[in-house]
């Protein structure tokens, strides 16, 4: 192994070649589809688990006029290794938000009553938020564990100068192969 200026093993530089799972050469950076393989074969495994995103995000969650729908997401995301707490944006002006038990959950959850509804309140800086990876969900769907961890390791190891999104509605664009369109007809 080398030895860098700092002291540790193995040169740091935070290059997308460190990803692990990867077979960029060393000095090399990975292609997208390296990128994508390595990441699709550790979010497919439930039992792993990455200990260098584990609780290193905040989930915002805001939520407005979907109050029914605040306890499912908690129970849904909450088992997410990478979560250090969850914030529910409450948007719903003039409404008492539901008492949660946070007990029940295995992170913390606060919930930030607003003043005025936005849609932007969401990005309001709040000192209670202590990570640098805050993942930004809406309350109407649950959002598949593996896709949220792709995202985060994606942010955490290649990306964490950027703003990393994914949405429900993407699309995969590509062309059918010939038996897809005769299987198709």
């Known amino acids: 192994t080398n030895t860098n200026t700092n002291g540790n093993d193995d040169d740091d530089d935070g290059s997308l070649s460190r990803f692990p ?70 948007n719903a002006v003039g409404v008492t938000p539901p008492v949660i038990d946070t007990s029940a959950f295995r992170v913390p959850v606060v919930v930030s009553v607003q003043k005025v509804n936005s849609m932007n309140n969401r990005f309001k800086p709040d000192p209670r938020i202590t990570t640098d990876c805050i993942i930004n969900m809406d309350d109407d769907w649950d959002m598949p564990h593996n896709v949220i961890l792709f995202a985060v390791r994606l942010w955490h190891y290649a990306f964490s100068d950027h703003v990393v999104g994914l949405s429900k509605l993407a699309r995969l664009h590509g062309y059918a192969t010939e038996t897809n369109n005769n299987n198709n007809n």
């Open 21 to 90: 799972g990867t077979d960029a050469n060393a000095g090399e950076a990975p292609t997208v589809s390296q990128l994508f393989d390595a990441f699709g074969r550790a979010s497919s495994v439930a039992t792993v688990q990455d200990m260098s995103v584990h609780r290193t995000c905040t989930m915002i969650i805001t939520t407005y006029s979907r109050h029914e729908h605040l306890g499912k997401r908690l129970r849904h995301f909450h088992h997410l290794h990478c979560l250090r707490s969850i914030f529910v944006v409450w």
